[in-house]
């Protein structure tokens, strides 16, 4: 059997005590690694001042990570420069607030030939490689430049946007040419992969050869759209856990019988939170007679504090989330509770659990995986009821939910006084189908759907898989 490399901006296995914080994606990453028994590879989070190309190497849970230190310029450049001022903002639509600088393009292209350079010489001929998301894209370039001729996969976690939002680049070219340095680019939706074609097509006087295998810059690539999913298994051990329980207590005498409504997000423009304050606020306007059956719960963990558009949305919720409760508390009752704290995954699988409505409204995302957590956390008698966003990959799969418009404030009022009057067979009704979706599209046939796609994938080069 091959070994598997996977390859992220940062790397978390879990530590195997216990401890409940760490991610699906991280469970399923790790738990592909033991089965291939490879290693995963990344910046260790840690900053020198200068590049040694030192690893560090530790086995945790039987998973092997080696990381490697980061310059101070490259977290600048690299990380906080190409990656979250200028591709995140621009692949989520915001190209009002992306930056675009030559220095972190050079520092982007410089971190991605140190992680070549330090990879290159850990990959055997058999290995497979998988990287991961936005952080990377020119990893397989550089690694080819290098000479590795194994089969390497890429997944792209955030959208691919639309081609006249994604011209807007700099050397967009250059970044799709690197695209093509892969033997196999998965999207999490059809949509994701059909934007990406149109740009081959267009911009690049590229063809496709077949479905699923396109040709430009003398290349071919595969390609395919992988949905995401949650470790549903995993999550459902965790709803019957004694921590999730006691927090479905705590917050069941806390709500005093109103009905919770919750959002879960990181602090981030493109979760839509400015206009989901604005389309609660409208529905308390709009609805005096339920305004005291009703508690809205925001958890907003902080993200990316260094870079000022964070800064900024982050000022701007405070203020709105004080005049929402400024505007409409009484002396014994407040309508908004907003919490910038991290919780334990069993922990949120308690509060998702009481609440009877999940609203879910990011403005863009690649998936979601928010929503997919609320529904199986959800008791199946008395589900919850998920209020998303149809700017979320995830509401390709997940139709049974009440899909809006997040920029309508009027629509996410709407919904919010559907969701709250909705009959409990019609829940039930709507649970039961996007349930059934989160646990067979789970990100164990995720990880296998893409590994079995990159194993299959007619490379170009020689060294193939067993
Ligand atoms: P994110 O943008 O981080 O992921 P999401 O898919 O919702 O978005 O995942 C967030 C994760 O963080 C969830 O598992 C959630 O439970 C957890 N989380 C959020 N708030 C938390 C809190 N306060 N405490 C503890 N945990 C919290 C990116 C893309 C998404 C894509 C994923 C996976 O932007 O579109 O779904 O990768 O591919």
């Known amino acids: 059997m091959s070994r598997l490399i996977v390859v992220s901006n940062r790397v978390s296995p879990p530590t195997g005590d216990g401890e409940e914080s760490v991610g699906g994606l991280a469970m399923a990453l790790a738990a592909a ?7 995963w590879f990344g910046w260790s989070g840690a900053t020198v001042p200068s590049f040694t190309g030192e690893l560090h190497t530790d086995t945790v849970g039987g ?10 310029i490259d977290l600048d450049e690299y990380y906080n420069g190409y990656a979250n001022k200028t591709l995140w903002p621009l692949f989520h639509y ?22 070549a350079e330090t990879l290159a010489p850990l990959i055997q001929p058999d290995d497979v490689i998988w990287v991961h998301d936005y952080h990377l894209i020119p990893l397989a370039q550089e690694l080819r430049s290098l000479g590795v001729r194994n089969r390497i996969g890429f997944f792209l976690h955030i959208p691919w946007p639309a081609h006249q939002v994604f011209t807007n ?4 070219r250059q970044l799709v040419e690197a695209m093509f340095a892969y033997d196999l680019a998965g999207f999490q939706t059809a949509e994701y992969l059909q934007a990406f074609e149109d740009y081959v097509l267009s911009e690049a006087d590229g063809s496709v050869l077949s479905p699923g295998r396109l040709r430009a810059f003398g290349r071919d690539l595969e390609v395919g759209a992988f949905p995401i999913g949650i470790d549903a298994a995993d999550f459902a051990r965790m709803v019957a856990s004694p921590r999730a329980r006691k927090m479905r207590d705590l917050m069941t005498a806390s709500t005093v019988f109103r009905q919770l409504v919750v959002g879960v997000d990181r602090l981030d423009y493109s979760k839509g939170l400015e206009e989901r304050f604005l389309g609660f606020e409208r529905f308390l306007i709009e ?15 902080v993200s990316r504090e260094s870079v000022e558009a964070y800064q900024e949305i982050r000022g701007r919720l405070d203020s709105l989330s004080g005049r929402i409760n400024g505007e409409f508390s009484d002396v014994d009752w407040a309508p908004f509770r907003y919490v910038n704290k991290n919780y334990r995954r069993d922990e949120l699988a308690g509060i998702y659990g009481v609440a ?9 995302d690649g998936m979601n995986l928010v929503a997919k957590e609320f529904v199986a956390a959800q008791n199946p008698d008395d589900p919850g009821v998920l209020i998303l966003s149809r700017f979320a990959g995830a509401a390709g799969q997940m139709s049974e939910a009440l899909l809006v418009n997040p920029n309508s ?7 919010l006084k559907r969701a709250l009057a909705m009959s409990r067979p019609e829940r039930i009704r709507r649970w039961q189908a996007l349930f059934d979706t989160v646990q067979r599209e ?15 994938a007619r490379s170009q080069r020689p060294a193939l898989v067993g």
């Open 33 to 39: 690694l033991k089965a291939y028994s490879g290693i």
């Open 287 to 301: 609805n005096p007679d339920l305004r005291r059956e009703v508690l809205m719960l925001q958890i907003a963990p």
């Open 442 to 456: 789970d990100v164990t046939a995720w990880r296998d759907a893409f590994v079995a796609a990159l194993a299959g």
């Open 409 to 415: 404030t009027e629509e996410v009022a709407d919904a």
């Open 356 to 364: 009877r409505v999940g609203l879910v409204t990011p403005l863009r």
């Open 94 to 115: 915001r190209i009002d607030l992306a930056a675009f600088d030559r220095a972190y393009g050079t520092g982007y292209r410089r971190v991605n030939r140190r992680f």
């Open 63 to 72: 998973v092997t990570s080696v990381t490697v230190d980061l310059e101070e």
């Open 169 to 172: 680049l700099p050397r967009h």
